[in-house]
């Protein structure tokens, strides 16, 4: 099997990102959604980028913002990928020149192929939990068996990730990456060092 990717997403501090880079994250999560506990302003998302070491991709986390809101941003933030955590259709994820990854929430009975298919430009397909009116960071996870396999995209596995359940959910659904954020969480918004270690060593012993 191939190796398994790892974002840690809801940064908020420097301490944080370094934390999550040394332990050998692929990349972090920064959220511009002001109703997240974890979201972060501009000014905390360049401190952050600015103190991280080389190879460690930055992803931008959004939901339903405009186009000049998104546009803003960007011009301040050197984010290298973007991701649509609300109800985005495939316009309104283009056109940034950058890549991005499409947020899908999965509830029983979803066709998950059939809302996969319109993002054919997306770089990946982020799977997490549907909880009405919450657009992600729930903290629970769905029923992996049905992230579907063999897809042309890469699938992220996102919802109700820890240390302790990442080794059977990768073994159980194979994907791209994992997400996670409040799994190596002390609380909302702040990581805890060692979580985020126990982590990583479960995602690179799957």
Known sequence: MSVVRSKICGITRVEDALAAAEAGADAIGLVFYPKSPRAVSVQQARTIIAALPPF???????????????????????LDMLQFHGDE???DCEGYHRPYIKALRVKPDDDVVAQIEP???ASGILLDTFVAGVPGGTGLAFDWS????HLDR?????????P??????????????VDVSGGVE???GIKDADKIRAFMRA????
């Open 56 to 78: 460690v991709t930055t992803v931008g986390l959004f939901v339903n913002a405009s186009r000049c809101e998104l546009g803003e941003i960007l011009d301040a933030v050197p």
């Open 89 to 91: 259709r495939p316009a």
């Open 119 to 121: 993002y054919g430009n």
């Open 146 to 149: 049905l992230v579907p396999r």
């Open 154 to 162: 890469p699938i992220i596995l996102a919802g109700g990730l820890t």
């Open 164 to 177: 302790e359940n990442v080794r059977s959910a990768i073994e159980q659904t194979q994907p791209y990456a």
């Open 186 to 188: 002390a609380r909302h």
């Open 203 to 206: 995602v690179k012993g799957a």
